[in-house]
């Protein structure tokens, strides 16, 4: 998903390789593909590309994922796609 970009190296994605125990649920959550499956653990493949809506750390049974949902620009993004939501207010 590199089309959806706001800022470069914003996001409050933490992942613990240590605590992951290679389920893939974050592969399976995650909206915008930034992670993958890696041998028996999950990578980070994009990380600028997290919007920090946190499913991946919602349903990290192990919580090897954290992220502080509403810290970036998400809700921005998603106002601009919105063409409802252009004045309504915004977190940035």
């Not at 389920?23 to 999950?42: I, M, N, Y």
């Not at 980070?44 to 620009?73: K, L, R, S």
């Amino acid at each position: 998903m590199k089309d959806f970009r706001y800022l470069d190296g914003v996001a409050t994605l933490k992942y613990d390789a240590e605590a992951c125990v290679g389920c893939g649920s974050c592969t399976t959550v995650c909206p915008h593909g930034v992670f993958e499956l890696q041998g028996k653990k999950a990578v980070i493949v994009d990380g600028d590309g997290c919007m920090e809506c946190g499913a991946c750390a919602m349903n990290c049974a192990p919580g090897a994922i954290t992220v502080t949902p509403g810290v970036g620009c998400a809700a921005y993004i998603i106002q601009t796609w919105l063409p409802w939501t252009k004045n309504a207010g915004g977190c940035c």
